[in-house]
């Protein structure tokens, strides 16, 4: 049985737990829950590709379990390890007994560590499993990811085979930074997150910072979406554009001033030539008429 019923009801859910997803972001999420297939999410970093897991994970009142990729990460980081200390310590206690007898016990499952692919298919609780920035890892752990997700089992050698007695949601994150494999693809129902409208962009501004003005809402999303429309380093995301909201209403701001946007722009914008060039060419009367 899957976490939802409905497109709707994925709308519905995910916003009473604060994440207000585009008729598209709802449909692909409720079909890869029906269809019981990874989700693929890719997108520019801060419009929401990780937080749309997490937002899944409390509407459904499921655990999430998390796979942080990076270069070099590694079988005994994302499946298992065994705790070699501990098996030392077991080891040396029994000295006396054969080995055989020794061997049995330090691998089993009490020495085991599960590491995020493991942990996510052990248990009968509801589960999401995240893998995410999934463009950072090596090209193996795409094959690694292929293996588990195909079957939703890990084989321990010492072991035998542990196969999940409920599948997770899983949802795969990248940024693009490099092409994943056509293999993983796939497998994959895929979603593209992009910078939302602007009246999409200012309902999660009013929605995650309740204190802001609704004019200042407004005159914020049109900033931001004009500092987009520039050729910039990094544009503002979806992320920087809340935490420029929640900057604003700590500082008193009522409206929107060349001054006020210079002094607080370095919220918006990581690059000091993004912000040279934001400078010189936002014109504020212009885009807040």
């Not at 899944?56 to 990076?70: D, F, I, M, P």
């Not at 080891?91 to 995020?116: H, M, Q, Y």
């Not at 999303?221 to 909201?245: F, G, H, N, Q, Y």
Request: net charge negative; with cysteine.
């Amino acid at each position: 049985m899957g976490f939802f019923t409905s497109v709707a009801d994925v709308t519905d859910r995910l916003a009473a737990v604060g994440y207000l997803a585009s008729k598209a972001v709802a449909t692909t999420v409720f079909l890869a829950d029906r269809l019981e297939k990874p989700l693929l999410v890719e997108g520019p970093a801060g419009v929401g590709k990780t937080e749309l897991s997490k937002a899944v994970a409390a509407a459904a009142g499921a655990r999430l379990v998390r796979l942080q990729c990076y270069e070099g990460v590694d079988e005994s980081r994302a499946l298992y390890e065994w705790n070699h200390a501990k098996q030392l310590l077991r080891i040396t206690a029994g000295r006396d007994e054969n080995w055989e007898e020794t061997k049995a016990d330090v691998f089993s499952e009490e020495f085991l560590l599960p590491r995020p692919l493991l942990t996510a298919i052990q248990g009968d609780e509801p589960t999401v499993l995240l893998v995410d920035e999934t463009d950072k890892a090596d090209v193996e752990i795409e094959g690694l990811l292929l293996e588990v997700l195909g079957d939703f089992q890990i084989t321990v050698p010492e072991l035998g085979t542990i196969v999940a007695t409920r599948s997770p949601f899983v949802v795969l994150t990248s940024n693009a930074t490099r092409e994943l494999s056509e293999a993983l693809r796939r497998r994959c129902l895929f979603l593209h997150i992009d910078f939302p409208d602007a009246e999409l962009e200012e309902r999660i501004v009013r929605l995650k910072v309740p204190g802001l003005d609704e004019a200042l809402a407004t005159s914020v999303v049109r900033v931001v979406t004009a500092l987009r429309s520039m050729e910039l380093r990094k544009a503002p995301s979806v992320a920087e554009t809340i935490d420029w909201a929640r900057t604003l209403l700590a500082l008193g701001a009522e409206t929107l001033d060349e001054q006020i946007v210079g002094d607080s722009l370095g919220v918006l914008l990581k690059h000091q030539a993004d912000v040279t060039h934001a400078t010189k060419r936002l014109r504020l009367d212009t885009v807040l008429r």
